[in-house]
């Protein structure tokens, strides 16, 4: 069973304005949830997001959080307001946060190990409070022979530091999705759908090179619902025909809905 979710990032830079108007668009597309940016929520009203989901029937299935946790003058204060962050998830029984490192030129494997060591503090604190701290990463943890991210995967718990692999920015690091990520499938909780063309821009899912339904064949057994996150960081069409036409296909490769959107017109065997 899949359930899907709209990352809310295709809406813009006006997000915690327009969520009244987001949610019941979302939810009249078909999916099932979303998952928001940190900044783009007003952590001193949960019970205002409570109402909010409740009446348009989603689940708000992940809070989205970054940090550079690089500089040691900030490091304590962004994990303070990590903390805030994971009162507010647990206010609204949010299961999940997922968090994205920090990029800068040149980065080390000692870099990484800095970031793993706080990755593993804050990934205890969210255990203690039964929500899952879940890594959501980018191509440059991919590059260089995946170093980035083998080191992360190396220095943390993973009981603690969970996994929500973007497949979209695996591909664009130059890495497999299905041959790299089997080698972690068991720290895998989500799996984040972003498509790029071959010229590296954002498109809609199914438009690019991104191998969706071979990475949904591999992975799509690990868990019972497994959540698939459509995530498109820009749009030429538009917002609400981009978000659709991701929910279309990703109904489409895992038996929801019509095919209509799998790649070149293959077909693919329900899920």
């Keep these: 069973m899949y359930k899907i979710a709209c990352q809310t990032i295709v809406f813009g830079d006006h997000i915690k304005e327009n969520i009244e108007t987001i949610l019941p668009t979302v939810k009249k597309m078909g999916y099932d949830g979303v998952e928001i940016g940190v900044r783009h929520l007003d952590k001193e009203n949960p019970g205002y997001y409570r109402d909010l989901l409740k009446k348009n029937e989603l689940e708000l299935l992940a809070i ?22 994971l009162r507010f998830a647990c206010e609204l029984g949010i299961h999940y946060i997922f968090i994205s490192g920090f990029h800068k030129k040149g980065k080390t494997e000692e870099d990484y190990k800095e970031e793993a060591a706080v990755y593993n503090r804050l990934g205890k604190m969210c255990h203690d409070k039964g929500v899952k701290l879940c890594f959501h990463n980018h191509d440059w943890e991919i590059w260089n022979d995946e170093m980035g991210f083998r080191t992360l995967m190396a220095n943390t718990d993973p009981e603690y530091f969970r996994l929500v692999p973007d497949v979209g920015w695996v591909t664009r690091g130059g890495s ?37 339904e071979e990475v949904l064949k591999a992975f799509g057994d690990l868990k019972n619902p497994l959540w698939l996150v459509a995530e498109q960081d820009k749009t030429t069409k538009g917002a609400e025909v981009s978000a659709q036409e991701n929910y279309t296909y990703i109904a489409g490769i895992c038996g929801r809905g019509s095919a209509a959107y799998a790649r070149r017109g293959d077909r693919t065997t329900p899920c």
């Design 64 to 85: 989205h959080v970054g940090g550079n946790f690089l500089e040691p003058d900030s490091v304590q204060k962004q994990i303070d307001q990590f903390e805030d962050t």
């Design 176 to 212: 497999d999705p299905v041959k790299f990520l089997s080698e972690f499938k068991d720290r895998i909780e989500v799996l984040h759908f972003k498509e790029f063309t071959a010229e590296n821009s954002f498109t809609e899912l199914g438009q690019g090179v991104v191998k969706f």
